[in-house]
């Protein structure tokens, strides 16, 4: 059954062609993910789809089964000035979530008993406990926790949030969604991922989270050039086919050239008097000219900018701390930095990672300790509230601003001009204003203005958001062979995992762990770890002490009751040393592989000590 499908449709601004004539379907239960370059018309086409804007094109046509609801989750959702919380999520025409609506009202209304009455009522009408359990789980797993504040007052991070938890508990049969990971943090994202691949989902979005497109994707679609090509599968069977496809259209685009170097030849000898035949040539020629002129080979980003030298001490960090409104975000963190690592930051929303890059950057004064900078570092320090740019200049004085050239390696020189063409900004988007440019072209302009300043330390807070795939690939390629130092907070998994080998955890009250290794490694160390803690807890609620003494020990001999009296201490003695080792699972910031490893190793012993004295314990007292 086809929930959603497009037909013949284009949206053109001025003389910009976003797509012409494009042909989309979306089948029932899979899962499309739409792929292209910053301001091609990604999001546009979603909106188009979504019904927020209108198709162009004669014959054009958007349908949706009438059987099949639909739900838009925009990049910047809008509730309204005077809209709560409570009142976006719960703003739905699904029966059992205006039913939970209406019974939390009256929970808040302890001065109307008939009311909750009602409510209730209705709750047990509909079975509809179910569903309220499932609100409070989506609210908690994405941090919602004040139903009541106005949504107006919230961060762009937090309505996204809103509106996800909306869309998810309102749980639509066809979902489109723009960039859905974006303002989430880890922990969130993969909590998203899991529920996105539920099979009875109905999928369409935009993302640049490539973990995303290879496990829950089965359908993805490129927008480029005006036209859509469609790819059956996930991630890597998308880059097989595009790969082959384009290997395909490099060899037709061999012919075609031999092929207009000929007619160009027999245009050229070709007398004046025209007829029928000739004319039929001369048009087949300007086809060709227009197919040849159109195709234009993948503009590719290239980054060669020379960073200044380090010297031995680049950055430390020692025993700082930072703590707001009796609350530690940073305690006694401590790191020397070398020269060219590459570090990765992670942690939940509001956890404290800014924090710790504004006292790095000496930008915030820690409440103890110190941070001290070589005198040879350079910062270069992409934010997301740095994105500043003056909307009313054109691109090419945003750059120039800066400087007219940059160092390049080999001691050769870029242009301002120069820079900004191996940034994909050709010579006519140099001239357009940065109002008119996308959200991922505008973070593209701002990342480099901050390469510009040929930095040799780079920290980079959330650097993918609205990046597009193509620019994320050569972002890493040239992150990898950056010379000087890299520190990134990420939510994109696949960013992290390929650049950040060392990564600073926070876990919470202050505590930062530092991990040496790959994130996806440290997520599978978490699941031992809890494996563990649940294995330990449920033998330490076993029963602690022997069985009470029977009765009949009255009877027993002196010698007897000694001896049951000496294994009773050793089981003591034993749960005490349990007790020591279950403390030692709980410091987190101790412990490695191997400790874990050991620590196991030792619990395993002492149980099995423990079962052995309880054993003689109740064979002395039944002699």
Same mark, same amino acid.
């Given at each position: 059954?086809?929930? !959603? $499908?497009?037909?013949?449709? &284009?949206?053109?601004? +001025?003389?910009?062609?976003?797509?012409?004539?494009?042909?989309?379907?979306?089948?029932?239960?899979?899962?499309?993910?739409?792929?292209?370059?910053?301001?091609?018309?990604?999001?546009?086409?979603?909106?188009?789809?979504?019904?927020?804007?209108?198709?162009?094109?004669?014959?054009?046509?958007?349908?949706?089964?009438?059987?099949?609801?639909?739900?838009?989750? &925009?990049?910047?959702?809008?509730?309204?000035?005077?809209?709560?919380?409570?009142?976006?999520?719960?703003?739905?025409?699904?029966?059992?979530?205006?039913?939970?609506?209406?019974?939390?009202?009256?929970?808040?209304?302890?001065?109307?008993?008939?009311?909750?009455?009602?409510?209730?009522?209705?709750?047990?009408?509909?079975?509809?406990?179910?569903?309220?359990?499932?609100?409070?789980?989506?609210?908690?797993?994405?941090?919602?926790?004040?139903?009541?504040?106005?949504?107006?007052?919230?961060?762009?991070?937090?309505?996204?949030?809103?509106?996800?938890?909306?869309?998810?508990?309102?749980?639509?049969?066809?979902?489109?969604?723009?960039?859905?990971?974006?303002?989430?943090?880890?922990?969130?994202?993969?909590?998203?991922?899991?529920?996105?691949?539920?099979?009875?989902?109905?999928?369409?979005? /935009?993302?640049?989270?490539?973990?995303?497109?290879?496990?829950?994707?089965?359908?993805?679609?490129?927008?480029? +050039?005006?036209?859509?090509?469609?790819?059956?599968? *996930?991630?890597?069977?998308?880059? *097989?086919?595009?790969?082959?496809?384009?290997?395909?259209?490099?060899?037709?685009?061999?012919?075609?050239?031999?092929?207009?170097?000929?007619?160009?030849?027999?245009?050229?000898?070709?007398?004046?008097?025209?007829?029928?035949?000739?004319? &039929?040539?001369? &048009?087949? %020629?300007?086809?060709?000219?227009?197919?040849?002129?159109? %195709?234009?080979?993948? @503009?590719?980003?290239?980054? $060669?900018?020379?960073?200044?030298?380090?010297?031995?001490?680049?950055?430390?960090?020692? *025993?700082?701390?930072?703590?707001?409104?009796?609350?530690?975000?940073?305690?006694? %963190?401590?790191?020397?930095?070398?020269?060219?690592?590459?570090?990765?930051? /992670?942690?939940?929303?509001?956890?404290?990672?800014?924090?710790?890059?504004?006292?790095?950057?000496? @930008?915030?004064?820690?409440?103890?300790?110190?941070?001290?900078?070589?005198?040879?570092?350079?910062?270069?320090?992409?934010?997301?509230?740095?994105?500043?740019?003056?909307?009313?200049?054109?691109?090419?004085?945003?750059?120039?601003?800066?400087?007219?050239?940059?160092? !390049?390696?080999?001691?050769?020189?870029?242009?301002?001009?120069?820079?900004?063409?191996?940034?994909?900004?050709?010579?006519?988007?140099?001239?357009?204003?940065?109002?008119?440019?996308?959200?991922? $072209?505008?973070?593209?302009?701002?990342?480099?203005?901050?390469?510009?300043?040929?930095?040799?330390?780079?920290?980079?807070?959330?650097?993918?958001?609205?990046?597009?795939?193509?620019?994320?690939?050569?972002?890493?390629?040239?992150?990898?062979?950056?010379?000087?130092?890299?520190?990134?907070?990420?939510?994109?998994?696949?960013?992290?995992?390929?650049?950040?080998?060392?990564?600073?955890? %926070?876990?919470?009250?202050?505590?930062?762990?530092?991990?040496?290794?790959?994130?996806?490694?440290?997520?599978?160390?978490?699941? /031992?770890?809890?494996?563990?803690?649940?294995?330990?807890?449920?033998?330490?609620?076993?029963?602690?002490?022997?069985?009470?003494?029977?009765?009949? @020990?009255?009877?027993?001999?002196?010698?007897?009751?000694?001896?049951?009296?000496?294994?009773?201490?050793?089981?003591?003695?034993?749960?005490?040393?349990?007790? +020591?080792?279950?403390?030692?699972?709980?410091?987190?910031?101790?412990?490695?592989?191997?400790?874990?490893?050991?620590?196991?190793?030792?619990?395993?012993?002492?149980? @099995?000590?423990? $079962?052995?004295?309880?054993?003689?314990?109740?064979?002395?007292?039944?002699?």
């Amino acid at each position: 059954m086809v929930y !959603l $499908e497009l037909t013949q449709v &284009s949206k053109i601004y +001025g003389e910009k062609v976003l797509f012409d004539r494009v042909d989309l379907q979306v089948a029932q239960n899979t899962k499309v993910a739409l792929v292209a370059k910053n301001g091609t018309g990604k999001s546009t086409l979603l909106r188009v789809a979504a019904g927020i804007d209108l198709p162009e094109g004669v014959g054009s046509e958007v349908y949706v089964h009438k059987d099949a609801r639909m739900a838009y989750l &925009s990049q910047d959702p809008d509730f309204g000035a005077n809209a709560s919380v409570m009142d976006a999520v719960f703003d739905s025409d699904n029966e059992m979530v205006k039913a939970v609506r209406d019974y939390e009202e009256a929970l808040s209304r302890p001065d109307s008993p008939q009311l909750l009455q009602n409510a209730l009522g209705r709750m047990d009408e509909l079975q509809a406990w179910d569903i309220e359990a499932r609100i409070k789980e989506v609210l908690s797993k994405l941090n919602i926790e004040d139903v009541n504040q106005k949504v107006a007052t919230l961060s762009g991070g937090q309505r996204k949030r809103v509106a996800l938890a909306k869309l998810i508990i309102d749980e639509p049969d066809l979902i489109i969604m723009d960039e859905p990971t974006n303002h989430l943090d880890l922990d969130m994202i993969e909590w998203l991922e899991e529920w996105l691949q539920s099979p009875n989902l109905t999928l369409l979005m /935009v993302t640049h989270d490539r973990y995303f497109l290879e496990r829950v994707c089965n359908r993805i679609i490129e927008l480029e +050039g005006g036209n859509i090509y469609h790819y059956t599968g *996930n991630y890597s069977d998308f880059l *097989n086919k595009k790969a082959s496809r384009e290997e395909t259209e490099s060899a037709e685009l061999d012919k075609d050239r031999k092929r207009m170097k000929q007619e160009l030849e027999w245009v050229r000898r070709m007398p004046s008097g025209r007829g029928t035949k000739a004319k &039929s040539r001369l &048009s087949a %020629f300007s086809e060709l000219k227009n197919k040849v002129g159109g %195709f234009r080979k993948e @503009e590719e980003l290239t980054i $060669e900018i020379k960073g200044q030298r380090l010297g031995s001490k680049i950055l430390e960090a020692h *025993n700082i701390s930072k703590s707001y409104g009796g609350r530690e975000l940073v305690k006694g %963190f401590s790191y020397k930095f070398q020269k060219g690592e590459r570090a990765g930051i /992670v942690g939940r929303n509001g956890a404290g990672k800014s924090t710790l890059l504004h006292m790095l950057t000496k @930008e915030l004064e820690p409440d103890t300790g110190k941070v001290v900078h070589g005198s040879n570092t350079h910062f270069g320090y992409y934010t997301q509230d740095g994105i500043n740019l003056a909307q009313d200049m054109r691109v090419i004085d945003v750059v120039r601003e800066i400087a007219e050239f940059i160092p !390049l390696e080999k001691g050769l020189k870029l242009t301002a001009r120069g820079l900004l063409e191996r940034f994909m900004f050709n010579s006519k988007q140099q001239q357009v204003y940065v109002s008119q440019l996308s959200g991922g $072209e505008k973070r593209r302009l701002y990342l480099l203005t901050i390469l510009m300043k040929n930095p040799n330390f780079l920290i980079l807070d959330e650097p993918t958001n609205d990046l597009d795939i193509m620019t994320l690939n050569v972002l890493e390629d040239f992150l990898m062979e950056f010379p000087g130092c890299v520190l990134i907070v990420s939510h994109d998994r696949f960013f992290l995992d390929k650049l950040a080998h060392h990564l600073f955890i %926070f876990e919470g009250d202050g505590k930062i762990r530092d991990w040496n290794g790959l994130y996806t490694e440290y997520r599978e160390q978490l699941k /031992v770890e809890s494996q563990e803690r649940s294995a330990a807890a449920a033998t330490h609620t076993a029963p602690a002490a022997p069985p009470k003494k029977v009765e009949q @020990e009255v009877a027993l001999t002196q010698e007897q009751r000694k001896a049951i009296r000496r294994v009773e201490g050793q089981i003591s003695k034993l749960e005490d040393r349990k007790k +020591g080792i279950n403390r030692q699972f709980g410091d987190a910031a101790a412990l490695t592989p191997e400790r874990i490893a050991e620590l196991g190793r030792e619990l395993a012993e002492v149980n @099995e000590a423990i $079962e052995e004295k309880e054993m003689e314990w109740m064979e002395l007292v039944g002699e």
